[in-house]
């Protein structure tokens, strides 16, 4: 890892046999599937909001917009999973038997009518509406401009190695909600840095100043946890993936 390492030029073959085309089921498998486990998700979410839920960003969006978002989620879910049953005889079917019973299980749960309360923040807490709306925006703006502004033209969406793409962005992710975690816990050992004074005197800044503050703390905090990824080798694995 002390060497710089030389990147080769990268190759992407046309592979027909992997495009999403209309009418064979495939577009409508990958929509069922998705939809139904975003669904279930933010049903848990609803569920345990303490636990499941970053109380900050709680107080930012609107719950009950997103859980009529939910409730057209999970009826497409459904219908996008009808559909596959309708145009595709071969294993996505079992894909969208999945998404139906996903599904289903959200309704049984409480579906979107699950009432919305206050939250109680918690020591411990996943931030999964984090996670869902980090990947839906991620979803809706990198797929548009891939699109649009390809590097690679041939590249298609379920691209080789997709899955562990997927997987090292909910890893990721979630790492922050622990990483946030640990950070609290260990932060009432800072005395002066969780004071009131010190919180008075950070809020009596401009605005301007508090954003200088925050990059700079951002930025402190990544470059070591880069550097960790990097320097450690039972980290390395898991950061060389990207």
């Not at 793409?165 to 800072?190: P, T």
């Not at 990544?222 to 950061?239: D, F, G, N, S």
Request: hydrophobic share 50%; proline share 4%; net charge neutral.
């Amino acid at each position: 890892m002390t060497e710089p390492y030389q990147y080769q030029p990268r190759h992407v073959e046309k592979n027909p046999a992997k495009e999403f085309r209309f009418g064979e089921g495939r577009i409508s498998c990958y929509l069922s599937l998705t939809l139904s486990v975003l669904s279930l998700l933010a049903v848990l979410a609803y569920l345990y909001p303490s636990y499941l839920t970053t109380a900050e960003l709680r107080q930012i969006y609107d719950a009950e917009q997103l859980q009529l978002l939910l409730k057209y989620a999970m009826y497409f879910s459904l219908f996008f999973a009808a559909l596959t049953f309708g145009l595709n005889k071969g294993k996505y079917k079992l894909y969208g038997l999945v998404a139906i019973s996903l599904t289903l299980i959200g309704f049984a749960l409480g579906g979107y009518n699950i009432p919305i309360g206050q939250v109680e923040p918690r020591e411990l807490s996943l931030g999964v509406d984090w996670l869902i709306l980090a990947f839906l925006g991620s979803v809706v703006i990198f797929m548009t401009l891939e699109k649009l502004f390809p590097k690679y033209r041939d590249q298609v969406i379920t691209r080789p190695e997709w899955a562990v793409d997927m997987f090292y962005f909910c890893f990721n992710h979630l790492a922050i909600s622990a990483i946030l975690i640990f950070a609290n816990y260990h932060a009432s050992h800072f005395d002066w840095a969780v004071s009131a004074s010190m919180q008075s005197t950070v809020q009596a800044m401009p605005v301007w100043l508090q954003v200088i503050l925050i990059i700079l703390a951002a930025d402190f905090v990544l470059y070591w946890e880069h550097r960790a990824y990097h320097e450690v080798k039972t980290l390395w694995p898991i950061h060389a993936v990207h």
